[in-house]
């Protein structure tokens, strides 16, 4: 999710017009000069955008000088935004303080808007047009109070935005695209066969031959899915063309094409490093994942025994991976499969709203801080999440993190939020 700064001096209007912006009462905090206010982030949508706003208020009270102040202030928020508002008194006109921020603003590649707020009658508006003269362009009028103007600030602000990323919730219905993929004899095509399928034939349209069907449409517990690469599953790769490396990366092609990959693991033998190796496409591919151990019929207490161990050690990267244990043979926990495939493809696309995630955040770093290093600590100022499909997250912070307090974050992330069957993708933008 797009980030939309609001910088500017103190009393210039900044809260009210992220009131506005917002489109509702929150309880956005009074500018007080000398008071020093956290970056606050607040969900806003227009015409059917959604985007961060960051009410940046806060004035550094120990900084020598004005300029200095508003200096830093439009640093930082230049850093963690797409687009930045840059907000002035246009009763006031542009002032020394004003101009040194916009020296800041014009260095950086960020797309500024210039706000001329409390431009709350004509002449006023007029008087605005002098702010030409600060060099950021057409200064918007705007009354935030009244409203005035608001809505060509918006439709600036959305112009200004970066191209909208594919929206994954608002996808067509059709069938979810999954992976069934595995190393040879885990049972793939056998477990295949315990699904009705339908095989639609591809016309190649150059030869205008027929050639194998790719994907194939497959009922399994009574839903529609596209299983990807079905050709692949159901013939035996010739001997010639039969190498690991094609192998690999038709395996690679496919856990591509899907949205949820299945992993088949084959219990009556040790997960192996080939295992690892497709375990790692899906995960590097950000696919949603659920690991059916197969031929779980042949597990006895013994094996069992040996299971568990190699399953604490060879899968504790990806504890969140949904489990199955089944037989493609009996059919046991074969009507699992959907459940755990639905479950996985929901947290793939969970979006948590920016209000809940921060205020978790907040009680979290409250809790337990980075650790001080060299008499320093980082702080994490706030975050939103940047995507789904799988869930992106965007940690805005005073500096780099250390590894093992990233990872700390992102577990309790999952023990606060799920991500059952799913990856998550953290990263750090460190100020400056
Ligand atoms: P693929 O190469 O992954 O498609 O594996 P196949 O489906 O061809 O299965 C390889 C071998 O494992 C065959 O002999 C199957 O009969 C056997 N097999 C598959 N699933 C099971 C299972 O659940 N239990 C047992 N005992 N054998 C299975």
């Known amino acids: ?50 985007f961060t706003v960051v009410d940046t208020g806060g004035w550094e009270p120990d900084a020598k000088d004005r300029a200095a102040a508003i200096a830093a202030q439009a640093e930082t928020a230049v850093v963690t935004a797409d687009v930045v508002l840059f907000v ?7 002032t020394d303080v004003d101009e040194a921020a916009v020296k800041m603003l014009r260095r950086s590649a960020k797309p500024v808007i210039l706000v001329a707020n ?14 030409w003269s600060l060099g950021l362009g057409e200064p918007f009028p705007v009354s935030a109070l009244h409203g005035r103007g608001s809505g060509d600030l918006l439709d600036a602000i959305l112009a200004a935005l970066p191209e909208a990323p594919a929206i994954v919730e608002n996808r067509p219905r059709g069938p979810r695209r999954v992976a069934l993929v595995g190393r040879p004899n885990v049972g793939k095509s056998s477990l295949l066969n315990r699904f009705s399928g339908e095989e639609r034939a591809v016309v190649d349209s150059v030869a205008g031959t027929t050639v194998d069907p790719v994907d194939s449409l497959v009922d399994i517990g009574g839903q529609t899915w596209q299983l990807v690469d079905t050709a692949g599953l159901r013939k035996r790769v010739g001997k010639a063309s039969g190498t690991e490396y094609y192998a690999s990366l038709r395996t690679a092609g496919a856990i591509e094409a899907a949205e949820v990959a299945v992993v088949l693991l084959d219990s009556s033998e040790p997960i192996s ?28 207490a013994d094996r069992r025994y040996y299971l568990d161990k190699e399953i604490d050690r060879e899968l504790r990267r990806i504890p969140w991976a949904i489990r199955l244990n089944l037989s493609a043979m009996t059919g046991r926990a074969v009507d699992k499969l959907a459940p755990a495939l639905n479950k996985a493809l929901a947290s793939w696309e969970t979006r948590v709203p920016t209000a809940q995630l921060n205020q978790w955040l907040t009680a979290l770093v409250q809790a337990t801080p980075h650790p001080v290093r060299g008499g320093r600590a980082p702080r994490i100022l706030f975050a939103t999440q940047a995507g789904v499909a ?40 460190p100020r400056k």
């Open 1 to 50: 999710q797009p980030v939309v700064a609001v910088v500017g001096r103190p009393n210039v209007g900044k809260s009210t017009l992220v009131n506005r912006i917002i489109g509702r009462r929150q309880a956005v905090v009074e500018d007080v000069p000398g008071v020093t206010r956290d970056r606050v982030p607040y969900d806003a949508q227009w015409n059917g955008r959604s």
């Open 88 to 94: 002035v008194d246009a009763m006031v006109g542009s």
């Open 118 to 131: 409390k431009a709350d009658n004509t002449s006023i508006e007029m008087e605005a047009t002098s702010l």
């Open 273 to 300: 490093e080939q295992d690892q190796r497709i375990l790692s496409m899906v995960t590097e591919a950000g696919r949603a994942l659920v690991i059916a151990f197969n031929k779980w019929d042949l597990v006895d």
């Open 390 to 429: 799988p869930p992106r997250f965007v940690l805005f912070t005073t500096g780099p993190l250390d590894a093992g307090y990233q990872r700390f974050v992102e577990r309790k992330l999952r023990e606060e939020f799920g991500y059952e069957g799913s990856p998550i993708e953290i990263s750090v933008r």
